[in-house]
């Protein structure tokens, strides 16, 4: 068979959007999904006044609350927790310095919530020191076998089922999809692929400043005790400039801290699409919005249905949660 | 015709190394294009002890010099002083200040080679004040007209037609080209897409630090007057890992400022491949290494040789020097 008679069909399967069997079975047949379909044909539409080449198709996903839950507390913080446990017998100082004492006396909730340089030196204390290798084994060996304290599941088992379809089929029209957390990037890296199919490079998150040194005649990239960049509300645009150097057309969040990124995407001219991730079932998952520190969600509300953008209810809209329920 | 009967001949397309026309014809059948060639080879090949998955396929490049020319001063360093002289009216007190007085006197060397302070103070003072997107419509706009001050040709016209044929025929083996430079990632940004088929993802620079404002309503990622990362020397690996977060199988330089990221290279398992473009032919382009303040090229020689990387030799490898060249 000549191969260049394949390439029509070739060109035809890259570029038609993904009709035969229904690409978002988990997502109920409401408005969101109505309004994610939409979007997606009437950019991948050849000849559309709407069609982006494939090159532009770059999609933004906060990744706590957005792909996996973040309730009583982000997993990162179940991490960090296990580790300044571990690390405490070498820094006797921690039994009087917040917020390392929190962690200690188990007031993981005051740990959790004190203010941003307080968790940054949880985040130092535990990366810092490391190499990134070496970090990055040290989460993939705690999320092996770390249960969520509530319902006993793996944190893996605890990712979104109708956000993965999404995901999937956002990549079976051409997009590339990114994680930009307010998240650790390198606590997000390791399993993001396995997760969610995405690759680290497609993984930003806050990070850590990091050194080039020889260990043993070895190269290695050492963390150090200093915060390189927060990627959480102003600092997710840099992250996004920063690193991918495009506007997404695209953003998909859950809180007031995805809201400078979805003003970001919406900039830009030409189509563009953002749907918020609205936790309102206190039944499968956890119900809050306005009065929660964790996933606060109130200007970002506000100005999405100002705005018109579209605000997806787990309750009403999602009808199965977890990849670990799916049938 | 049923779209699954392709799925064979679409996988045969794309994991079979292009066989039916020479991949790199601008050059020599000489050792540099045989490596090249085996190290492709036997990377794709399905069953081979030496494969690589499609996804680990990481392949880095230098720019300046490895990509196109850096002689008789970077690139770069013509169009900072080019926005150094429109903007001095508005700074009176560079008249007595170095590196800024160098440039308005003309003395282009001294000011290219001030210390490292120095020309981080040049790009600051072109770059910070604008926002992400004015900067690079600067560089645009300035690419479009101004000429190599000796040979007269567009800087875009002085990319090297042997390593854009390295860098197609490794994309077309399931390669991701980045580059790595130690120049500014949003001076190269806007054109590498268009010069090498390199997306603006794919390009990691030196960079300032930027931060998100509303202007007008607007929001705009505005350049600050500070560094960010300088990705030369011992900050190319903390790039890489920085921002793509896996190790490159194959590394392409031409500077002891190339040589800390061929180490972190070849550290990694596998196969591992590394090859410095050496600045040979005076005639075509420029003959410079050990005694060359830009490009020096020393350590990085040596070390090549000790270990058996590749070194092409520009008059003896390659057909031909510049994309403008080709017939």
Known sequence: MKVLALLPCILILLISPLRAADPLPSWQDTAPKHAIVAFVEKVTRPGSPDFVPVSERIATFDNDGTLWSEQPLYFQNFFIFSRIKALAPQHPEWTNQEPFSLVLKGDLNAAANCNLQGQLALIMATQAGLTVEEYQQAVTDWLATAR????????????????????????????????????????IRPWAEKAYGIPPEQVIGTSIKTQ?????????????????????????????????????IASFGNSDGDLQMMQWTVAGSGPRF??????????????????????????GLDEALAKGWTVASMKDDWKIIYVADKK
């Open 274 to 299: 953002c749907l918020y991730v609205h936790h309102t079932d206190a039944v499968r998952e956890w119900a809050y919005d306005r009065q929660s520190p964790i996933g606060h969600f109130e200007k």
């Open 212 to 248: 080039f040194e020889m260990r043993d005649s070895k190269p290695v990239i050492m963390g150090l005790p200093a915060i390189d960049l927060v990627t959480d509300n102003v600092g997710k645009p840099v992250g996004i400039q920063t690193y991918i150097g495009r506007r997404p």
């Open 148 to 187: 969520h304290p509530q319902n006993g599941k793996l944190y893996t088992e605890m990712t979104f089922q109708p956000m993965l379809e999404l995901l999937n089929y956002l990549r079976a029209n051409g997009f590339k999809t990114y994680i930009v957390s307010g998240g650790g990037m390198d606590f």
